[in-house]
């Protein structure tokens, strides 16, 4: 069974850091790509930042410069470091990866709340 286990979630102030963990059980050989992902209350989930097997990245454009996206492929997991964080990023970050065989994976997602 595939497992995406998210860590690093919780709450800080605006201004401050905090670094997103995703550990996958899904071969490093069978990954097309790893992002973030984040859905406020009330909004639709958009993409965050992602990375993929070749370690081309995307970031949105509220939090280019901000955040980075990083991956180790020997543990199989994925980060998303976040500095300079508002109040407007506070949502629920999910792990999602995509495999070469079209098959996407979600993580259960970690709260992050920035207070002003």
């Known amino acids: 069974q595939v497992q995406l286990v998210e860590s690093g979630g919780g709450s800080v102030q605006a201004g401050g850091s905090l670094r997103l963990s995703c550990a996958t059980s899904?071969?490093?050989?069978?990954?097309?790509?790893m992002g973030w992902y984040r859905q406020a209350p009330g909004k639709q989930r958009e993409l965050v930042a992602a990375?993929?097997?070749?370690?081309?990245?995307t970031y949105a454009d509220s939090v280019k410069g901000r955040f980075t996206i990083s991956r180790d492929n020997a543990e199989n997991t994925v980060y998303l470091q976040m500095n300079s964080l508002k109040p407007e990023d506070t949502a629920v970050y999910y792990c999602?990866?995509?495999?070469?065989?079209?098959?996407?994976?979600w993580g259960q997602g970690t709260q992050v709340t920035v207070s002003s």
């Open positions: 990375i993929t097997s070749g370690g081309s990245t």
């Open positions: 999602r990866i995509s495999t070469i065989w079209a098959t996407d994976y």
């Open positions: 899904v071969s490093i050989f069978s990954i097309k790509t």
